[in-house]
């Protein structure tokens, strides 16, 4: 087994078809140069030490030295032993609000753009723990499952929008039932993370967090929003056409609900935070998943390769050091042996 560390840097190699047609362009040019300075035998009798294979030899030993620290900086490494890697961590499921509350302005940019940052910044500061995605509205919809790979979260994460499930209002109690769903290790740590304006337009909140409870999942709540409020705007283009009214004509005012998300953490023994701050929840989030017991849940073995740059650029070292010694004349052992029946 092999792979290649830099394998953008292999087209430097395509300095070498281009330096052999130089080459040879240049030995045209001679042979032209000397048919009209005189006569070809003439010239050759002028310089009779000269050597061609010389020449081309020494520019042969160039191009595998050339080739050889290109080949160096692309660094090939070859698997020589496999060894079994053991991960250890917590699994962590974000519910993320996308009721259409979440558009309001209250908390720069949006209340949903603020979220997707702050679970971003807590991905960012994560180790070996694995993650999943659960976004919610009327109803809880999975958008990425357990998962250790952190950029295709980030992925998914930046898609979301409050259109993604079509009926509205705030079900926290689907999206949280929903998460229980995503542990698919009962031995492994696990912890929800709920962000979230607050209000909640269903039932039975306090039971899924009990249900939670009872399996051993903690939860984190993350509130967004002010409890003064804001308007809810519609945008088109991204620009503001009007405001969202209720079937009187009113314009509608969505306020942050901090008290509903700290009676359910609390169920758990987990936590509330404000999420004005995205540092200040990152830090919470860190704290927490300190004190939590990291379990194992994944051990692998995997391919240990090891680098081999050195021997081609010591080869390359070599070439160069032997190429300082070629002289572009005939060696007289080789003149003796006439080997191309140049004697007259």
């Known amino acids: 087994m092999y792979e290649l560390d830099e394998p953008r840097y292999l087209y430097l190699l395509g300095i070498v078809p281009v330096l052999l ?50 080949i160096a900086i692309v660094n090939p490494k070859v698997g020589t032993k496999v060894e079994t890697v053991k991960r250890e961590g917590v699994d962590i499921v974000f519910a993320v609000d996308v009721s259409k509350s979440m558009l309001a302005e209250d908390m720069q940019p949006n209340r949903l753009d603020k979220s997707k940052q702050i679970v971003s910044q807590v991905i960012n500061q994560l180790g070996t723990d694995r993650i999943g995605i659960v976004a919610y509205a009327g109803s809880a919809y999975p958008v990425l499952p357990i998962t250790g790979d952190y950029s295709v979260a980030k992925m998914f994460l930046q898609n979301m929008n409050t259109d993604m499930v079509s009926s509205q209002g705030t079900a926290i109690s ?45 939860l984190i709540t993350v509130g967004v929003g002010t409890e003064k409020g804001g308007p809810i705007p519609i945008k088109v283009n991204g620009r503001t056409e009007s405001l969202k009214r209720d079937s ?33 929840v990152s830090d ?28 081609f650029l010591g080869a390359a070292f070599l070439l160069l050091f032997i190429e300082v010694f070629f002289l572009e004349r005939k060696t007289a052992w080789i003149k003796k042996l006439n080997l191309f029946n140049e004697k007259e």
């Open 21 to 70: 047609l130089l080459f040879f362009f240049n030995l045209y040019w001679q042979k032209r140069k000397q048919r009209e300075f005189g006569n070809p035998e003439l010239v050759k009798k002028l310089t009779p030490e000269r050597s061609v294979f010389k020449a081309a030899l020494k520019l042969v030993v160039l191009l595998l030295a050339l080739s050889g620290i290109v």
């Open 174 to 218: 689907d999206a949280l039932e929903l998460a229980v769903s995503y542990f698919d290790d009962p031995q492994t740590s696990k912890l929800v993370i709920l962000i979230s304006d607050g209000e909640d337009h269903g039932e039975g909140s306090r039971e899924a967090a009990l249900a939670l409870k009872d399996k051993g999942i903690k």
């Open 284 to 311: 919470y989030v860190k704290n927490a998943l300190g004190n939590m017991e990291k379990t194992e849940f994944e051990a692998k073995q995997m391919a240990v390769y090891d680098s081999q740059y050195q021997w």
């Open 248 to 280: 009187e004509g009113n314009v509608v005012i969505t306020k942050m609900y901090p008290q509903d998300l700290k009676s359910i953490a609390a169920v758990t023994n987990g936590g509330y935070v404000y999420g004005k701050s995205t540092r200040e």
